[in-house]
């Protein structure tokens, strides 16, 4: 079931008279312990995104010559260990890109927010004191009344 011979597990069943339970239970307990096993029989291009990054991750600390027997193990090539790592690298560095972005755009919409709100409370200080004004004005003319034409 393992790479690089990747047979199904009807055919390993098969060809060795055991159930397929047996099989998929294997291949479960083998992925639980941490081992990466792709989920289907395909190539390794096609490999589950997750599995990749397992991949990645077991492969993060070996020097050239343990990672060209591990994907021999594997059936990968190291071209393709690479690619997935620089994929893992660029898709966290975009993260971080986005993010410093995000944080700049929100750091203008305050200050553009606390702009406005000063302007808002300028105008309504001068709306206020308008309202007042215009009181006054008809208070006066109440009590001393219209002003008359000379």
Not at 67 to 76: D, I, T, V
Not at 80 to 103: H, K, P, S, Y
Not at 143 to 150: A, S, T
Request: glycine share 4%; proline share 3%; hydrophobic share 35%.
């Amino acid at each position: 079931m393992m790479p690089p011979k990747n047979k199904s597990v009807a055919e390993l069943a098969k060809e060795h008279g055991l159930s397929e339970q047996t099989l998929y239970k294997w291949k479960r307990q083998a992925k639980e312990k941490g081992m990466v096993i792709p989920k289907t029989n395909t190539s390794s291009e096609n490999w589950d995104p997750k599995d990749k990054f397992h991949v990645v991750l077991e492969t993060a600390t070996l020097n050239e010559i343990e990672l060209a027997e591990y994907c021999r193990s594997k059936g990968l090539y190291v071209e393709q260990v690479m690619a997935w790592r620089d994929a893992c690298m660029q898709a966290n560095g975009g993260v971080a890109q986005e993010t410093a972005t995000l944080q700049r755009h929100l750091r203008d919409k305050d200050k553009a927010y606390k702009q406005l709100q000063k302007e808002l409370n300028r105008k309504e200080k001068a709306l206020a004191e308008t309202a007042a004004l215009l009181v006054l004005q008809k208070k006066c003319r109440a009590i001393w009344g219209e002003p008359e034409d000379e």
